[in-house]
């Protein structure tokens, strides 16, 4: 099959930066719309990200859904990565799904984020996490680093802190508290935990 004539999606959120923000994390690229629980980053309700960010920062993995509900609440998510200081972008400004599903193994990105000039608008972030092994290899590309082992860093020849963390996907076969630990060494290391 020819991939130039499978649509080519946008990213569809801006980045999302705190003033603050000291810890950059990066996904490969949003599921599908159909898929999507709210209008904002990790969308998908299956998704591990925002139970784990409960976890971490709460002790709770229920903490940032809307009460009695399934949904994610994105007030109390923006409010905590903004008091965090945590920004969101992922690694695929333009891609290309090569099976129509949202699996990084099927993806194609057709144009990576311009990493640096997103980074100059964060003048305290050193610290990347990349949530997968795809969005590592894009980092990597990027920075012109090597990819790190899951749940280790490398460090660029330009200062920046870069940690492969494990997938937040349900199809990433580990728990969650496992998931948790990997992302609070990183927050930790980062000084925001």
């Known amino acids: 099959m020819d991939n130039d004539n499978i649509e080519l999606e946008s990213h569809p959120w801006p980045p999302f930066i705190p003033a603050n923000a000291r810890v950059l994390v ?27 960010m409960g ?6 993995k229920d903490a ?10 994105v007030e109390a998510i923006k409010r905590l990565l903004n008091e965090r200081g945590i920004a969101l972008n992922d690694t695929g400004r333009k891609v290309r799904r090569l099976k129509g599903n949202a699996s990084d193994k099927f993806l194609e990105i057709v144009e990576p984020v311009p990493l640096y000039d997103l980074l100059t608008l964060m003048p ?12 590592a290899g894009v980092v990597a590309d990027l920075t012109g680093t090597v990819l790190p082992k899951m ?17 937040t996907s349900r199809a990433f076969p580990m728990k969650l ?11 930790r290391a980062a000084g925001i935990l």
Request: hydrophobic content about 35%; charged content about 25%.
């Open 124 to 135: 305290q972030c050193k610290t990347i996490a990349t949530t997968g092994e795809k969005a």
């Open 64 to 73: 940032l859904r809307k009460e009695g509900s399934r949904d994610f609440d």
């Open 55 to 60: 976890l971490i920062f709460y002790g709770d």
């Open 151 to 167: 749940g280790q860093h490398v460090v660029s020849a330009d200062g920046l802190d870069i940690w492969r963390m494990p997938s």
């Open 26 to 52: 990066m996904g490969t690229f949003p599921p599908q719309p159909k898929r999507w629980s709210m209008d904002f980053y990790y969308p998908n309700r299956t998704n591990d990200f925002w139970p784990m």
């Open 177 to 187: 508290e496992a998931k948790a630990e990997y992302y609070a060494a990183l927050f």
